[in-house]
């Protein structure tokens, strides 16, 4: 197939719209409670949120929150089914309970700020003076 200058042209506009049309990924922010004193490594938030370890306290956004899917890949590496398998196995086997879940970025700002132990995820735009952003992920 052959393609002159203006079809060429045209696929080159499509293209170009259709990425200025996808939805903007957010810049995830990992925080703490604005009170707290601990600012946990990427890696230790991650095996918090895989049940790894007890500390800290993980405030995960549900499933249907577009933003836990890109919070685990981008900071964790892991998909989604990979997430689930890991908790399926910790929750079979009785050695592990899932984090509490929240429905909202401010739901979640509400829950960390509450605990100085507790560690969440919440697109960096919506911090506020509540919570202090330790780490993003991108």
């Keep these: 197939i052959t393609m002159n200058k203006a079809s060429t042209a045209a696929l080159g506009a499509l293209a170009l719209a259709m990425l200025a049309a996808s939805p903007a990924r957010a810049e995830i922010g990992v925080i703490v409670s604005a009170k707290s004193t601990q600012?946990?490594?990427l890696a230790q938030v991650c095996q918090a949120f895989l049940g790894k370890v007890k500390s800290p306290t993980p405030?995960?956004?549900n499933e249907k929150n577009p933003l836990r899917d890109e919070f685990f890949a981008?900071?964790?590496k892991k998909d989604p089914v990979q997430v689930q398998a890991m908790w399926g196995?910790?929750?079979f086997t009785g050695t592990g309970t899932p984090p509490t879940e929240v429905g909202s970025a401010e739901a979640m700002k509400k829950a960390v700020a509450a605990d100085p132990?507790?560690?969440g995820?919440?697109?960096k735009k919506d911090a506020d003076a509540s919570?202090?952003?330790i780490a993003t992920a991108n």
């Design 89 to 91: 196995k910790l929750i």
């Design 117 to 119: 132990n507790a560690v």
């Design 74 to 76: 981008k900071a964790c």
């Design 131 to 133: 919570v202090k952003v």
């Design 39 to 41: 600012a946990p490594q």
């Design 121 to 123: 995820y919440i697109d």
């Design 59 to 61: 405030i995960n956004l």
